[in-house]
């Protein structure tokens, strides 16, 4: 069973920073790509980052190029998102995402962070 | 960046109604095109990708459509559990953009 599983999310002052995990079983993580797509509260879907296969790649949205980065590790079955910066428009609900050709067929549950003072 | 327009935002059927929602994309993006459904407080769900690909589970009533900038989610015969919020997203080019979403609720 595919399985994915996002945790440090967290209360952050504006400024700060946190770094996500999402920890993935039930598949050969290695072959996919990945993504972190975010929910603010009430809101629609933004696609965030995506990460290839063997890290080599990546791909941000505007609103978080050089304040967010994203990251893997095959050898822990592990995706990560690196944020800094933090603005109050960064709070969200963060989740982590299989890519498979280029749909979004497996995602966790999220972790939410929020962006407050 | 693609920009992807759903319509309409929010829609009120009944129960066996057919409904279609229209998802349009600032330019051609060729069948790359997902939709997925979204119920309060869960995770989003992939419902079809590649425009008119219906995803293994997703009862046969879900049907999708289009090419180039101009996509259709058709949902024949709704059932209770379908009210729910739809998004579309764009898989052509980076940023994998997604509609601001529609939401479906019963009349």
């Given at each position: 069973e595919v399985q994915l599983v996002e945790s440090g999310g967290g209360l952050v002052q504006p400024g700060g920073s946190l770094r996500l995990s999402c920890a993935a079983s039930g598949?050969?993580?290695?072959n996919y790509w990945m993504t972190w797509v975010r929910q603010a509260p009430g809101r629609g879907l933004e696609w965030v980052a995506i990460i290839n296969q063997d890290g080599s790649v990546n791909y941000y949205v505007d609103s978080v190029k050089g304040r967010f980065t994203i990251s893997r590790d095959n050898a822990k079955n592990s995706l990560y998102l690196q944020m800094s910066s933090?603005?109050?428009?960064?709070?969200a609900v963060y989740y982590c995402a299989r890519d498979s050709r280029r749909s979004l067929d497996y995602w966790g549950q999220g972790t939410l962070v929020t962006v407050s003072s | 960046d693609i920009q992807m327009t759903q319509s309409p935002s929010s829609l009120s059927a009944s129960v066996g109604d057919r409904v279609t929602i229209t998802c349009r994309a600032?330019?051609?993006?060729?069948?790359?095109l997902n939709w997925y459904q979204q119920k309060p407080g869960k995770v989003p769900n992939l419902l079809?990708?590649?425009?008119?690909s219906l995803q293994s589970g997703?009862?046969?009533r879900f049907s999708g459509s289009g090419s180039g900038t101009d996509f259709t989610l058709t949902i024949t015969s709704?059932?209770?559990?379908?009210f729910a919020t739809y998004y579309c997203q764009q898989s052509?080019?980076?940023?994998?953009t997604f509609g601001q979403g529609t939401k479906l609720d019963i009349k």
């Amino acid at each position: 069973e595919v399985q994915l599983v996002e945790s440090g999310g967290g209360l952050v002052q504006p400024g700060g920073s946190l770094r996500l995990s999402c920890a993935a079983s039930g598949f050969t993580f290695s072959n996919y790509w990945m993504t972190w797509v975010r929910q603010a509260p009430g809101r629609g879907l933004e696609w965030v980052a995506i990460i290839n296969q063997d890290g080599s790649v990546n791909y941000y949205v505007d609103s978080v190029k050089g304040r967010f980065t994203i990251s893997r590790d095959n050898a822990k079955n592990s995706l990560y998102l690196q944020m800094s910066s933090l603005r109050a428009e960064d709070t969200a609900v963060y989740y982590c995402a299989r890519d498979s050709r280029r749909s979004l067929d497996y995602w966790g549950q999220g972790t939410l962070v929020t962006v407050s003072s | 960046d693609i920009q992807m327009t759903q319509s309409p935002s929010s829609l009120s059927a009944s129960v066996g109604d057919r409904v279609t929602i229209t998802c349009r994309a600032s330019q051609s993006i060729s069948s790359y095109l997902n939709w997925y459904q979204q119920k309060p407080g869960k995770v989003p769900n992939l419902l079809i990708s590649a425009a008119s690909s219906l995803q293994s589970g997703v009862p046969s009533r879900f049907s999708g459509s289009g090419s180039g900038t101009d996509f259709t989610l058709t949902i024949t015969s709704l059932q209770p559990e379908d009210f729910a919020t739809y998004y579309c997203q764009q898989s052509s080019s980076t940023p994998y953009t997604f509609g601001q979403g529609t939401k479906l609720d019963i009349k």
